[in-house]
């Protein structure tokens, strides 16, 4: 699979009070696929306890 390339712009992602970069639901749209790895805020409805969308 060939990754592409998706620029970050404001609203895809935000510091968490750790200082961990937390990409929003916007950015995971973008694109355009799950990614299964339990993302805090997958629009795409993954559950990483049963490993499904």
Known sequence: MI??????EEGDFYYDPSGYRV??????LKRGHC???GCRHCPYGYDPKTNKQ
């Open 23 to 28: 990409f929003t639901a916007q950015y995971h």
């Open 35 to 37: 990614c299964e790895s």
């Open 3 to 8: 990754k592409k390339y998706i620029p970050v």
